[in-house]
């Protein structure tokens, strides 16, 4: 698991210390220099998935919540996703403070929680 924040180190530091995980990488808007959804940060994080792991963006997931933020840059960088759709925008939710996009992208996975795709993964994986 690959994290690429819009926060510093300190701020993620603080989050991970809280969800007691350990992540296989964290790039932060600190080491890149821009926030998403600059094109900047999905082409960080493509290069150093590739340079740090040998991986390549066809074998990525990018499971995110915000559609302005994350699954816009994403789709438009190749990466398969999996949205997190806790307001339920996908129902007819309301937007609340998330900033609307013209057109919702394509998505390979819908889940209204993490829990939810965890409980999926188990699923697959039995």
């Known amino acids: 698991m690959i994290v690429l924040s819009n926060v510093d180190h300190a701020g993620l530091a603080a989050s991970t210390r809280k969800l007691g995980v350990e992540f296989d990488a964290v790039y932060t ?6 926030y998403k959804p600059a094109a ?38 190749g990466l398969a996703n999996a949205w997190i759709d806790r307001q339920r ?18 998505f390979d996975f819908l889940f209204f929680t993490l829990q939810e795709m965890a409980d999926a993964v188990r699923e697959d994986s039995a």
Do not use: C, E, W
């Open 89 to 106: 925008l996908s129902d007819g939710g309301a937007m609340g403070a998330t900033l609307p996009v013209k057109h919702h992208p394509q």
């Open 40 to 77: 900047r940060n999905f082409d960080y994080l493509i290069d150093h998935l590739h340079s740090d792991f040998g991986a390549y963006r066809q074998v990525v997931l990018h499971t995110a919540q915000s559609l302005l933020h994350d699954h816009v840059p994403a789709r438009a960088h």
């Open 29 to 34: 808007a600190q080491d890149i220099g821009s």
